[in-house]
């Protein structure tokens, strides 16, 4: 067990995790950001960013995920590339458990992230982020005027169905069953979208497309064919999984596994905050994420102050 006790342990290093880490490194705090993989979590998979207030020009994601790091290290936050095991978050002192050591922090700032659900198909890793999207609020102006595919029968697929309704020539909502499972009123709109088409009892079984996608294969489960669709981008929503498992039996978490708390980031554990993604929210966004990397610091920041008062 290293002898360090830190005042954060930030579990993650996305653009939450780093926006915590800066303002918690500003306040005089030590801060230690913990990243499994790679830096910007899954902004360093974006190919690109025009929407992050600030950027005036289109920005590649692991680059814009490079200065938050390096703005958060100018102020003396540390980062760690090992991937967290486990943590005992319960007692005074925070506990994070890596394959080597054991990290002791004052408190946690948990942004982990949530990734989308994946399609497992052949040709959807090869061309995420060159036609292949998880977010039209991030990357549907790409498509404007173009013609896109919309993967999944549920409420987030509807919802990302009708953003691209609006800039798109032509929008394929293929679902693998014949009715989707959506509030009515987001039915009735898309009924009513006219440019919009419904594929119904189709089951994706390839995106085609070498340096950007040209289209999918789908099978009709009626007809028992195969069928080739063309199209410029594919928008796969067929739902999210939030990094918690760690977090099971200690951290109130809601139905879907993301974790419970306010604006102020507070989970139910005092000193333990959660911040971005992982949080339970209506938007996620790089710049939501980074604003709740800023209010988790402050009140980590507050909850410092409470004990070294008591």
């Known amino acids: 067990m290293e002898q360090q006790v830190w005042d954060v ?44 207030p600030g950027i005036a020009e289109t920005v590649i994601g692991i680059e814009l995920a490079g200065q938050m790091q390096q703005g958060a290290a100018r102020f003396g936050a540390e980062t760690r590339f090992a991937q967290v095991t486990a943590l005992e978050l319960g007692g005074l002192l925070k506990k994070a458990k890596t394959a080597d050591s054991t990290l002791t922090g004052r408190t946690v700032i948990y942004a982990a992230g949530a990734g989308p659900r994946t399609l497992d198909v052949p040709g959807e890793t090869e061309l995420r982020g060159r036609g292949v999207s998880y977010c039209a609020a991030c990357d549907g102006a790409f498509f404007r005027g173009k013609t896109v595919a919309v993967l999944g029968g549920g409420n987030s697929a509807a919802a990302e169905a009708l953003t691209l309704a609006r800039l798109c020539k032509r929008v394929y909502l293929l679902h693998r069953r014949d009715t989707m499972r959506v509030e009515k009123s987001y039915l009735q709109a898309l009924e009513q979208a006219p440019n919009l088409t419904f594929c119904w009892n189709a089951r994706i079984e390839k995106i085609l497309g070498e340096q950007m996608v040209t289209g999918i294969l789908y099978r009709d489960l009626i007809m028992d064919q195969t069928q080739a669709l063309s199209c410029d981008g594919v928008f796969v929503a067929i739902g999210r999984k939030p990094s918690t498992e760690l977090l099971t039996g200690q951290v109130t978490l809601d139905t879907h596994g993301y974790i419970l708390a306010d604006e102020t980031t507070r989970t139910n554990l005092p000193g333990v905050f959660a911040a971005g993604d992982v949080r339970a929210k209506p938007l996620r966004q790089i710049v939501t994420a980074a604003a709740d990397g800023a209010v988790a610091a402050h009140f980590a920041e507050e909850y410092l102050a409470g004990l070294r008062i008591s």
């Open 9 to 52: 342990l930030i579990v993650g290093g996305g653009p939450a995790g780093y926006a915590a880490a800066l303002y918690c490194a500003r306040a005089g705090l030590s801060a230690l950001v913990l990243e499994s993989t790679a830096i910007g979590g899954q902004l360093s998979t974006t190919e690109e960013v025009d929407n992050y």
